[in-house]
T-cell receptor, first 115, second 113 residues
């Protein structure tokens, strides 16, 4: 079956531009997560949805970052007024349930470069 | 907060050598533990997991045992292959009742023929 997909795969933005990153989770998966992975580092948690409810956004680094999942399926991560420090790979993951034992399935990521 | 510490890389081994990648964690409660792998040019994939103390996760010849007494989840493989070259991430979930994964920094493994 189809896995988690993300688009675009690569995005180059000029400093100050707004960007929107899309995630299509596995169909029927309840939980959706966004992570940020800097070069040479492990992924770091940004935000978490259970269906359409954003239950945790404690990892969002600033109020320039905003995420939504309005119908409990597709999610969009928006970054306003991008800065160079926002350059990273943004990973989306989904899991079938809301339990912490459940496997999270990752998409290929969107590599954002801010010039 | 919860954290994961794994051995620094890179690790370079000859084919058929024994592999150990150390991972220790700090967490409140009873987390689930995971190893994820990232092959060159590919996304993160689950390699194995263990959800309670003394459980052993295994897959593709890799094993890791959840040791609560030493707060460890070391990854082992008896005989590595060139195709095992990748970055390996140790992670936990549910340590403080939170579902999102907390990752280590990753260990790059290179296996040479």
């Amino acid at each position: 079956g189809a896995g988690v997909s993300q688009s675009p795969r690569y995005k180059v933005a000029k400093r100050g531009q707004d960007v929107a990153l899309r995630c299509d989770p596995i169909s029927g998966h309840v939980s959706l997560f966004w992570y940020q992975q800097a070069l040479g580092q492990g992924p770091e948690f940004l935000t978490y949805f259970q269906n359409e409810a954003q239950l945790d956004k404690s990892g969002l680094p600033s109020d320039r970052f905003f995420a939504e999942r309005p119908e409990g399926s597709v999610s969009t991560l928006k970054i306003q007024r991008t800065q160079q420090e926002d350059s990273a790979v943004y990973l989306c993951a989904s899991s079938r349930t809301s339990g912490d034992t459940d496997t999270q399935y990752f998409g290929p990521g969107t590599r954002l470069t801010v010039l | 907060g919860d954290s994961v510490t794994q051995m620094e890389g890179p690790v370079t081994l000859s084919e058929e050598a024994f592999l150990t990648i150390n991972c220790t964690y700090t967490a409140t409660g009873y987390p689930s533990l995971f190893w994820y792998v990232q092959y060159p040019g590919e996304g993160l994939q689950l390699l194995l997991k263990a959800t309670k103390a003394d459980d052993k996760g295994s897959n593709k010849g890799f094993e890791a045992t959840y040791r609560k007494e030493t707060t460890s989840f070391h990854l082992e493989k008896g005989s590595v292959q060139v195709s095992d070259s990748a970055v390996y991430f140790c992670a936990l979930s549910g340590g403080s009742g939170n579902t999102p994964l907390v990752f280590g920094k990753g260990t790059r493994l290179s296996v040479i023929a």
